[in-house]
């Protein structure tokens, strides 16, 4: 497994910025795909995002499409997540996850998904 950790939370206006890193060690970082997922109090995690182990295919929730880009370095071993346009219902802890590719999985589940990191909080204030 790789270790992931998230930074990057806080508290940002509604209609303001933030980008959420992931750092990832243990592990060859190019051979996993990477996900993100969020978790608002009393709801269940859901997908936001995920990128390839290149960085050349990316997939996102429609309620983040056109405002989350989720973009990779595999130099730096870490995976960003840039968010845009923020909302009052984007507040979650936003979690960071790695997968290997296997044909036919749905990377939109968390069961897709081998390790995880610790989650960050994002708080939107409106």
């Known amino acids: 497994q790789v270790q992931l950790v998230e930074s990057g939370g806080g508290l940002v206006q509604a209609g303001g910025s933030l980008r959420l890193s992931c750092a990832a060690s243990?592990?060859?970082?190019?051979?996993?795909?990477m996900g993100w997922f969020r978790q608002a109090p009393g709801k269940e995690r859901e997908f936001v995002g995920r990128?390839?182990?290149?960085?050349?295919?990316?997939d996102y929730a429609d309620s983040v499409k056109g405002r989350f880009t989720i973009s990779r370095d595999n130099v730096k071993n870490t995976v960003y997540l840039q968010m845009s346009s923020l909302k009052p219902e984007d507040t979650a802890v936003y979690y960071c996850?790695?997968?290997?590719?296997?044909?036919?999985?749905?990377?939109?589940?968390?069961?897709?998904?081998?390790?995880w990191g610790q989650g960050t909080q994002v708080t939107v204030a409106s």
């Open positions: 996850a790695a997968y290997r590719f296997v044909p036919g999985s749905d990377l939109s589940r968390s069961a897709a998904y081998d390790s």
């Open positions: 243990g592990r060859t970082f190019s051979n996993y795909g």
């Open positions: 990128i390839s182990s290149g960085g050349g295919a990316t």
